[in-house]
């Protein structure tokens, strides 16, 4: 049996870096109010796991959707008695880290149907914002193409590049979407952003520094990293972010997605851009770590921009290894969905609105 896991608060658990870490109030709400998500994506006859099986069966026959897949919600009691079963088992979370596979093994998953100790540590180290420095380091050769970065692993690191870049943004090694940022303008620190970004070297020992863009649209590229090391892109993601949080995704199909893109940007561009995306990643993910994946980018202002648009490409903005809402958007999609798909926060609880333009 395949049991998926909707476990949002990864990017924390990757800070920590602690099997026995205890998330923050809002990521443990977003994973109750949620933990029903897998089912988008799931296969007939799979389980996902949630806290309450009769509320998660509730909200996802309230989504309303034309298509659903015939799957189960089960509560962590519950399947720990179907594991003592002796049943064979796969594991999906969103992603790996410590903390899941601590809990899974309680429950009685075998530890030999789930990454190592080791394999997690090399995980970690690739989830670090390092990889996506190296990454757009890899690609600005690219005509067409903007976004500088760099690792600072010092305070005086991060002066240094504040002085010669006046905007800028100064992100934490790991931090989920949205936190673990700070904006700088004019190159002026103020005292708590000091004192944040102090505090981030001495405990992930280092930020990553970048500049910042004119963002005219966020996009992104999904991949799948295969057992045999070969990393391939499955798709694109059209989404919008509110703050630097996610808020939606459009729901469409991939010609209709490569469209709105192109009236921004020349097509061959981003293709050449996605391959050698994928070359770099089978190259330095190839093996050490199997699933989803997908890297955010942006489309800018520019001078000139590519082939004289008026618009540029920062083709890595981050890197998610893990699964990420525009897999679930391509999962809805394949299915023959269309419209948008949304998550908000209304009433004290976290809510994905899914909108279907064939209803």
């Known amino acids: 049996m395949t049991i998926h896991i ?22 443990r709400q977003l994973r109750s109010d949620l933990s029903f998500l897998p089912a988008l994506w799931a296969e007939d006859g799979d389980i996902v796991m949630v806290e ?18 015939a799957v189960e ?28 596979r601590k809990t899974l093994l309680k429950a009685g998953v075998p530890a030999e149907t789930m990454p190592s100790t080791d394999a997690l540590d090399t995980i970690r180290s690739l989830s670090n914002r390092s990889l996506a ?16 970065s760099c690792v600072c692993n010092t305070y005086d690191d991060v002066l240094r590049f504040l002085a010669k870049h006046r905007e800028t943004v ?7 979407s949205g936190r673990g940022v700070r904006y700088i303008g004019n190159g002026t ?32 590229v999904e991949f799948m990293a295969e057992e045999d090391a070969t990393v391939s892109a499955t798709g694109l993601s059209l989404f919008t972010t509110s703050g630097g949080t996610y808020t939606g995704n459009v729901l469409a199909s991939e010609e209709e997605k ?6 921004y940007l020349p097509l061959t561009l981003l293709d050449g851009v996605t391959e050698k995306i994928e070359n770099f990643l089978s190259d330095r993910i190839g093996g050490a770590y199997t699933g989803p994946l997908g890297v955010d980018m942006m ?26 809402m525009g897999h679930v958007a391509l999962a809805l999609s394949s299915r023959g969905h269309t419209g948008t798909m949304g998550i908000t926060f209304e009433n004290k609880s976290y809510n994905i609105t899914i909108t279907d333009d064939n209803l």
Do not use: Y
């Not at 089960?74 to 088992?89: E, N, P, Q, W």
């Not at 490569?258 to 009236?263: A, F, L, S, W």
């Not at 890595?316 to 699964?323: M, P, T």
């Open 170 to 176: 100064v992100k934490a090694p790991w931090s989920c």
């Open 73 to 100: 919600f089960a509560t962590l009691d519950t399947i720990k008695r179907l594991l003592a079963c002796g049943k064979d088992v796969a594991v999906i979370p969103w992603g790996w880290d410590k903390t899941v």
């Open 189 to 220: 620190l103020t005292d708590n952003d000091s004192h944040w970004i102090q505090r981030v070297i001495s405990q992930q020992q280092s930020v990553v520094a970048e500049v910042r863009c004119r963002k005219v649209a966020d996009f992104a």
């Open 52 to 69: 309450d099986a009769v509320a998660a069966e509730k909200a996802w026959r309230g989504l309303g959707l034309r298509h659903r897949s």
């Open 258 to 263: 490569r469209t709105m893109i192109g009236r």
């Open 299 to 324: 489309i800018t202002e520019g001078d000139d921009g590519a082939e004289g648009t008026g618009f540029l490409l920062n083709p890595c903005v981050e890197i998610n290894l893990r699964r990420t």
């Open 6 to 27: 909707f476990n949002p608060e990864h990017e924390h658990a990757l800070a920590a870096d602690l099997e026995g870490f205890t998330p923050p109030r809002a990521a």
């Open 133 to 148: 420095v190296e990454l757009l380091a890899a690609l600005g050769a690219e005509h067409g193409v903007t976004g500088l």
